[in-house]
């Protein structure tokens, strides 16, 4: 036999009471979240007071591009760290390059003195990257994005 395609209907009394479990969940696991909800910047509060260092992997991405050009028109954050895997297409400046291009955001945000761009794997040993990074980026020991 075909299966059906009707759907039945919810009654309304039923979406209601999942609605609520559903905000109630949302409540209960985000009320000790760094970030509050409904804020649109996505950089946590005590950035505007604490300098900070941050690593940031796959800012060739859509999300780490704009993620990014915030964290790069911060005044708080001192450096970034955008980790990105290796490419043989494209250099990794290239690339972050086209990213912000195409997406529209300043690309002279990536001269920044602050932005340190390299490559490196993040499940390899020191992340696969040279020793004089490997040390600066863990001495930094900065929240990951
Ligand atoms: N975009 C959004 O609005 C949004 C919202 C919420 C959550 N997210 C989540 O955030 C993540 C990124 O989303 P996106 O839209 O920015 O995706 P995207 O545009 O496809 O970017 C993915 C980024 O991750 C890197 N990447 C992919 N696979 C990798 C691997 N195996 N090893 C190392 N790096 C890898 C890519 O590097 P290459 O340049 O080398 O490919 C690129 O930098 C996803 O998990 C997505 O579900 C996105």
Redesign the pocket.
Known sequence: MEPSLTRTSTSFPELERRAHEMLTMVSKYTTNLPIPLGLPHPIPGDFQTHPKIVLL?????????YLLELLLQSPSVERVWAL??P?EKSSLSE?QIN?FKERGIDEDLLRSAKLRLVEG??SREMFGLGERDWYDVSLSIPPLL
């Open positions: 992997t796959g800012s060739t991405g859509s999300l780490g591009s990105n895997r490419s690339r990213a794997t993040v």
